[in-house]
């Protein structure tokens, strides 16, 4: 028997009708097409599905679609501000190679903002702490922590997101 689920996801009204069983991560996945959201291990410990939620980092593969019912939910296509322009944490992941394979990297980057949320000048430690629960096989996590540093760098002195000496708006564009 299908339930109707109303959400707000990254600024849009959805209405999706869902089992109750269904995990919130495959209805983001199959019914809305928002395939940045990652499934990886199925049991909430890689954090490649983590999205906000009510402005909280969760991992999406540990929540029932009926329970974000109400809730406005953000994924990494809703992240960036704009059409075509990059998230200070984006354009950082790719301008310090936070990333290899890419699998993990939405994950992280989700994880990430919500550090950068409530602390605008994280240590190495506490972006360590912060991403504990997000692994990557590809990278070691030096990178990775460089990228949140630096992200959180631009983003409390209003930096534009910048890519290769352009604009992250430009280089999407090309």
């Known amino acids: 028997m299908a339930e109707h689920v109303s959400l ?7 209405e999706v009708e ?7 991560v495959q209805v983001l996945r199959e019914d809305l097409n928002l395939t940045g959201t990652h499934v990886g291990c199925d049991t909430s410990q890689c954090g490649a599905c983590t999205v906000h939620v009510d402005g909280r980092a969760i991992k999406s593969c540990t929540m029932l679609a009926v329970q974000a019912d109400g809730s406005s939910v953000t994924t990494i296509e809703g992240l960036a501000a704009g059409e075509g322009a990059l998230h ?17 990297t939405p994950g992280m980057i989700m994880a990430a903002a919500d550090l950068l949320q ?3 000048d994280p240590s190495d430690d506490e972006i ?4 504990e629960g997000n692994y990557c096989r590809c990278t070691g996590y030096h990178n990775i922590v460089a990228a949140v540093r630096e992200a959180a760098s631009m983003m409390r002195t209003g930096a ?8 992250a708006a430009t280089h999407a564009s090309t």
């Open 8 to 14: 707000v996801v990254n600024g849009q009204r959805r």
């Open 128 to 131: 360590r702490h912060a991403l």
């Open 18 to 24: 869902v089992e109750p069983r269904r995990l919130l």
């Open 118 to 120: 409530n602390e605008s």
């Open 88 to 104: 200070p944490l984006q354009a950082a992941f790719w301008e310090k190679h936070g990333l290899q394979c890419g699998f993990s």
């Open 160 to 167: 534009g997101a910048t890519i290769g000496g352009a604009t």
